[in-house]
């Protein structure tokens, strides 16, 4: 997760009653303070220090002793003006608020592109009091976060403050309204719960990632593609329902619950879905546990119908997405392969993709019939007038904790267990540069592609986030078709140096001489399009350039472009030993690297040896900073 840095603090500059001025700075800043100081008649002290609490009460007391006697000599007109300056003060603070809200906003989320279509409900950033208005926001009737002081406060404040309770009304995190979007200004966490949830991913990927390891076949990888985009859907159902609503009751904690059981069930079932044996064939049991999954949330969004009459008309239109490729799926499970395939992917094209043909009408009306008074539009308004918004940060800070979740497990996809005797062989070798690769992986997605975003895709435009959206399902399951592959590339006893009975009795079953066709092609073909599909997820973004790069965006997604073509074709060098082909993967994942470090440097900056020169500007800036505080008398 991203780390905000915390804002230094200033040296804090006062005057005594004897006209000698006090400086109060961290201990850090305090010897180059006394030296900067040494010839005026001044004090540096460290801030919080008794020294420092000594001279703000002599100040304090100082002052007091002015306005008592200013009290006495002007009388009334001394508490009129004391009045009036305490009236002034608290209207400022108020219009300060409101002219810092865009800045706090655009400060903390720059990257994610909010604008003056954004509005808070529940003050400033960083700010404790309701500053925020009212107007134009949530309707008369309706519970929102911010309409009771206790809901404005932090979910840990709020957990200390009260109990439990067995059920709770749930509250819409952040909505959309008349192109406008409503939400709190502080940012969402990802809540326990939810990496709970994602642990039993974990077990997924593993089993059907090994499974397919052993089986490198056509239909295994259609066994897996059909499985894990059905997992896929009930992590982003889920996802999207715990980021749009807020609700920390027991009956929560329950429905989430029952969800990880179902979703147990589903990945007890997926290896043989797809059986030729139906005396062993498990595809009814793998659709049971999908649709009892779906139609909890299905139930979920009905229960927030009748409660929220905010989002009633959403609420509606999920539920109906729910239902109505189940008939597909029923009726999958009584038609025969490969006939079942049809049914099969059209459903899944309705669950991921449904929403898509559902609400289409009510956007464009929403958007572009604004003016139109027909029997069909006022009931669009009147339904979708609030439609529940993805709380952005949110929405990526899940999703890369599931890219972390994958890119972790190829590690321990490579790992095995040595049989004795310190060995360094082929065996170790392919293990660490295969670790190396999914650092690299993970240090092009996170460091290069995720930083200096200007705009996220999400906020960018709707093309780009359905780009972003989609580009992450075949990122994902390419890795661990690649993953599942590089496991048997580790253990492949092909090489001079690579004895089986260097290994447990586990792994030397694992180690073969001769590597199947199936593996190299899951291996080169999957990092191909996890390669292909990060560079899809770099489009989609629009990053800053706050100088001229080395070498352009494009000219560096180009490049990826041109690995990707060569792993693809590497499969058809059969010779290559199992050793080679990860090496030249991996020569090929570093030399990706290697461009985009140079190419998104700026021209005219040094690699190395700036650290004083940032040291010097950092210390001008700080004295000009200084420099024009006016003293606090």
């Known amino acids: 997760m991203s780390h905000t840095p915390t804002r230094r603090l200033r040296p804090q500059e006062f005057t005594l009653p004897s006209g000698r001025k006090v400086i109060a700075s961290l201990p850090v800043d305090i010897p180059a303070l006394r030296k900067q100081h040494r010839e005026q008649d001044t004090d540096v002290v460290e801030h919080g220090s008794e020294e420092h609490i000594s001279y703000l009460r002599q100040v304090h007391s100082h002052h007091?002793?002015?306005?008592?006697?200013?009290?006495?000599?002007?009388?009334?007109?001394?508490?009129?003006?004391?009045?009036?300056?305490?009236?002034?003060?608290?209207?400022?603070?108020?219009?300060?608020?409101?002219?810092?809200?865009?800045?706090?906003?655009?400060?903390?989320?720059?990257?994610?592109?909010?604008?003056?279509?954004?509005?808070?409900y529940d003050g400033v950033l960083g700010d404790g009091g309701g500053g925020g208005s009212g107007t134009g926001g949530a309707p008369s009737g309706t519970t929102t976060p911010g309409g009771d002081p206790e809901s404005a406060l932090s979910e840990e404040g709020h957990r200390r403050g009260d109990s439990t309770k067995l059920f709770k009304k749930p509250v819409v995190r952040q909505w959309f309204h008349k192109d406008v979007i409503w939400r709190a200004a502080g940012q969402t966490e990802i809540m326990a719960i939810e990496l709970f949830f994602d642990l039993l991913y974990v077990g997924i990927i593993h089993s059907n990632g090994e499974h397919m390891a052993e089986e490198p076949t056509a239909h295994?990888?259609?066994?897996?593609?059909?499985?894990?985009?059905?997992?896929?859907?009930?992590?982003?159902?889920?996802?999207?329902?715990?980021?749009?609503?807020?609700?920390?009751d027991v009956l929560t904690k329950f429905e989430v619950l029952f969800n990880l059981a179902c979703l147990l069930g589903f990945t007890t079932n997926m290896i043989s879905s797809f059986n030729e044996n139906p005396a062993h064939n498990t595809y009814v049991q793998l659709v049971g546990f999908y649709l009892a999954t779906r139609y909890a949330v299905a139930l979920h969004f009905a229960i927030n119908y009748y409660l929220l009459p905010m989002?009633?008309?959403?609420?509606?239109?999920s539920c109906i997405q729910v239902v109505l490729p189940t008939a597909l799926w029923i009726g999958s499970i009584y038609v025969e392969m490969p006939n079942r395939l049809a049914l099969i992917w059209i459903a899944i094209v309705l669950d991921m993709w449904g929403q898509i043909f559902y609400f289409a009408p009510v956007q464009y009306t929403l958007r572009y019939q604004k003016d139109a008074d027909t029997p069909f539009t006022r009931g669009v308004r009147n339904l979708f007038d609030y439609i529940p918004a993805v709380n952005i940060e949110h929405r990526v800070e899940r999703t890369n904790a599931f890219v972390s979740l994958v890119l972790g497990y190829s590690v321990v996809g490579i790992l095995f267990q040595s049989n004795g005797g310190y060995n360094i062989n082929a065996f170790l070798g392919k293990a660490i540069l295969g670790l190396c690769q999914a650092f690299f992986f993970n240090w092009i997605y996170f460091d290069i592609d995720g930083n200096g975003i200007e705009m996220h895709a999400i906020r960018r435009s709707a093309p780009?986030?359905?780009?972003?959206?989609?580009?992450?399902?075949?990122?994902?399951?390419?890795?661990?078709?690649?993953?599942?592959?590089?496991?048997?590339?580790?253990?492949?006893?092909?090489?001079?140096?690579?004895?089986?009975?260097?290994?447990?009795?586990?792994?030397?079953?694992?180690?073969?001489?001769?590597?199947?066709?199936?593996?190299?092609?899951?291996?080169?073909?999957?990092?191909?399009?996890?390669?292909?599909s990060m560079t899809a997820i770099a489009i989609s973004h629009r990053h800053q350039l706050n100088g001229t790069p080395r070498l352009a965006k494009k000219w560096r997604l180009l490049n990826r472009v041109a690995m990707a073509l060569i792993m693809f074709f590497l499969p058809l060098a059969k010779e290559l030993k199992s050793l080679y082909l990860i090496s030249i993967t991996f020569g090929l994942i570093s030399w990706v690297l290697i461009v985009e470090l140079w190419g998104v440097s700026l021209k005219g900056h040094s690699f190395i040896g700036e650290a004083d020169c940032k040291r010097k500007a950092l210390k001008e800036t700080r004295e000009e900073s200084n420099a024009n505080l006016p003293p606090v008398t």
């Open 220 to 248: 295994e990888l259609l066994r897996f593609a059909i499985t894990f985009i059905m997992s896929w859907k009930i992590w982003t159902e889920i996802t999207y329902a715990l980021s749009w609503f807020e609700s920390d």
């Open 64 to 120: 007091e002793g002015r306005r008592d006697e200013m009290r006495a000599r002007l009388g009334d007109a001394a508490s009129e003006w004391e009045e009036t300056h305490r009236q002034l003060n608290s209207v400022s603070q108020e219009l300060e608020k409101l002219s810092r809200r865009n800045t706090a906003l655009g400060h903390n989320f720059g990257k994610f592109g909010y604008n003056s279509r954004l509005r808070t």
């Open 464 to 532: 780009a986030m359905a780009l972003w959206n989609n580009a992450h399902l075949p990122f994902i399951m390419a890795y661990i078709i690649a993953t599942s592959a590089l496991s048997r590339l580790v253990l492949a006893s092909d090489m001079s140096n690579t004895h089986p009975e260097q290994l447990v009795e586990k792994y030397q079953l694992l180690a073969e001489e001769e590597l199947e066709t199936g593996v190299r092609y899951f291996y080169c073909h999957g990092l191909a399009i996890a390669l292909l």
């Open 311 to 317: 989002v009633r008309g959403f609420m509606m239109a």
